[in-house]
């Protein structure tokens, strides 16, 4: 997802954290805070966490809703998939245990 420029580094900045500290609280690598500043990209999750912990919503980093609920739903479909390929294979397994 594309982010307004410098949202996250200017609100990292105003509450005086260093990049480390940043993704410490958010749960992500420093790289990761790296290259969303850098870049200004950042996955939903990403996306997300950031506004957690830097008190923001999706429309101040640029996000629109619809998005927000679109990446949302992609990934309900993804794991439920990976959750029934899994129920398959332990299955599967079982048989020649």
């Known amino acids: 997802m594309r982010l307004k420029d410098n949202v996250i580094a200017q609100a990292r900045t105003q509450n005086e954290w260093t990049q480390e500290h940043l993704a410490s609280v958010a749960g992500v690598s420093t790289r990761t ?7 200004g ?13 830097l ?4 429309a101040e980093i640029g996000i629109n809703q619809h998005v927000k609920r679109a990446a949302i ?3 309900i479909p993804a794991l439920f998939f990976a959750l029934l390929i899994g129920v398959i294979l332990g299955f599967s397994l ?3 245990a």
Not at 41 to 53: E, K, N, P
Request: proline letters at 0%; aromatic letters at 6%; one cysteine or more.
């Open 33 to 39: 805070i790296q290259r969303v500043e850098a870049s």
């Open 73 to 75: 739903a992609l990934s």
């Open 41 to 53: 990209i950042a996955s939903a999750d990403t996306a997300q966490a950031l506004c957690a912990v």
């Open 94 to 96: 079982a048989q020649f």
């Open 55 to 58: 008190d923001l919503n999706f």
